[in-house]
Nanobody
């Protein structure tokens, strides 16, 4: 397994979750990203981080989500606050641009009361 995402679950609107993604690929120089795929929709990139910590966010999550990384542990994180029902999706990590041969199973995030 090259990318293993974890930390998802069921949370109420307004709640928080922290996702983790452990990588077995060479890591420190790569731009890493969190993607999500909601039912019936295409997979989209929601946050990215360069090897030296420069971040970008998709507009709908900006100000609510924070991406970070630990290059020693080869792990990328996504702190998600103020969650909304529309954040419900399977969340994946991958490089940016994505490499189709290393997708992991993802982790389900469900935001519902």
């Amino acid at each position: 397994v090259q990318l293993q995402a974890s930390g998802g679950g069921l949370v109420q609107p307004g709640g928080s979750l922290r996702l983790s993604c452990a990588a077995s690929i060479s890591f420190s120089i790569r731009i890493m990203g969190w993607y999500r795929q909601a039912p019936g929709k295409q997979r989209e990139l929601v946050a990215s981080i360069t090897g030296n910590g420069i971040t970008k966010y998709e507009d709908s999550v900006n100000g609510r989500f924070t991406i970070s990384r630990d290059n020693v542990k080869r792990t990328v994180y996504l702190q998600m606050n103020s969650l909304k029902p529309e954040d419900t999706a399977v969340y994946y990590c991958n490089t940016v641009p994505k490499a189709d041969n290393i997708w992991g199973q993802g982790t389900q995030v469900t935001v519902s009361s």
